[in-house]
């Protein structure tokens, strides 16, 4: 019963380059959730996506970012052209089934985003 | 949108104390509000959560309570453990689906 992959666990990245960050879900589920976490704050919701289909992207940048939740494989979230503030946790969440406010959201162990 | 404050921000206990760390919501749409424990490079864990049909539920040494009509929930640990030692997180979903807003977090250190 393998939870919720992330990787890498940690990225470094120069300003300027690109950052690809990995989803697996719990197997079965078809709802992905990313976060992200600055240092000493809460998480931050980004983008909830289902298969194929981006549902709400209201917590991500404008400009930059983008996620995608394929058919077959891993949600990738993307952030182009990073710059230093871009640098915090980004944090995966799936869950099972869409509901109003009845899903529990599993947490992947994150990716630690540097950028130098 | 749904705005979570959450209190304190730290706390220290002695191991066997009790901890109680509380949450406000805005939105009265809100219904389910779970907690999470977040170990130092780790991920959240989901640790215990209540949904707005129930005004408590509790699970071994842990309980939230939740008034809806105050619009806020706590999470009650007791006889407190060194490995209870974590920031912990309150967080609530609007209705529709289930984007989670979180609270900034109760960094508890219980000593020994």
């Known amino acids: 019963n393998a939870g919720v992959m992330q990787n890498p666990r940690h990225l470094v990245r120069r300003r300027g380059q690109e950052a690809r960050l990995r989803c697996s879900p719990v197997?079965?589920?078809?709802?992905v959730y990313w976060y992200r976490q600055l240092p000493e704050e809460g998480l931050k919701f980004m983008v909830y996506?289902?298969?194929?289909?981006?549902?709400?992207e209201s917590g991500m940048p404008k400009e930059r970012f983008s996620a995608e939740f394929p058919k077959e494989g891993p949600s990738i979230l993307r952030i182009q052209q990073v710059v230093r503030g871009d640098s915090a946790a980004y944090f995966c969440?799936?869950?099972?089934?869409?509901?109003?406010?009845?899903?529990?959201?599993?947490f992947g162990p994150g990716t630690r985003l540097t950028v130098l | 949108g749904e705005n979570v404050e959450q209190h304190p921000s730290t706390l220290s206990v002695q191991e066997g104390d009790s901890a109680v760390i509380k949450c406000t919501y805005s939105?009265?749409?809100?219904?389910?509000f779970p907690w999470y424990k977040q170990e130092l490079g780790k991920g959240p864990q989901l640790i215990i959560d209540?949904?707005?049909?129930?005004g408590e539920k509790k699970d071994q040494r842990i309980a939230v309570t939740l008034n809806k009509t105050a619009k806020h929930f706590s999470l009650h640990i007791t006889e407190t453990q060194p490995e209870d030692s974590a920031v912990y997180f309150c967080?609530?979903?609007?209705?529709?689906?289930?984007?989670?807003?979180f609270g900034k977090g109760t960094m508890l250190l219980v000593s020994p």
């Open positions: 209540i949904r707005s049909n129930v």
């Open positions: 939105d009265s749409a809100s219904n389910y």
């Open positions: 967080a609530a979903t609007d209705s529709g689906y289930s984007t989670l807003t």
């Open positions: 197997k079965g589920h078809s709802h």
């Open positions: 969440a799936s869950s099972p089934t869409k509901g109003a406010g009845n899903n529990e959201q599993f």
């Open positions: 996506l289902q298969k194929e289909n981006i549902i709400d």
